[in-house]
């Protein structure tokens, strides 16, 4: 199974969060409050995300964080970037692979097709759109399409 990090899962929550209101500069205690998290995670989060350039941080009595874009301009792609270090399916999908079995194996192009779609499929969707409820059915077709 595929599955992201819990962080890169809080991290869409915070960004969302942040696209609700994107004038607002908000604490991590208040992103903390709002989406019934630790601050401590809240703040490892922000730094990922500002270290990405994704937030802008505010200091000062009245600081916090506040999106780098719009919302519509960040996508999830990025996010995901920003906290796994990348979109890599398999090791041989990073741009230098270090995989011992690589010389003899016939699989990385397949590989890297796959990362590459799956990629351009999360860099369509924006954090804006992962504010908008979606119900299962128009995901399945869009699923179908893509085959």
Known sequence: MLRLGKLTDYAMLVMS????????????????????????????????????TLVSSVRGAEGGYHLARPGNEITVAEVITAMEGGLAMTECCESVSRCALDPACNMRGNWQKINKRVHAYLSGFTIADMLEPISAQPIKKELSDDQ
């Open 17 to 52: 969060q942040m696209a609700k209101t994107p004038h607002t500069v908000l604490s991590a205690t208040t992103l903390a409050d709002a989406l019934h998290l630790g601050v401590p995670t809240v703040s490892k989060v922000l730094k990922m995300l500002a270290d990405s």
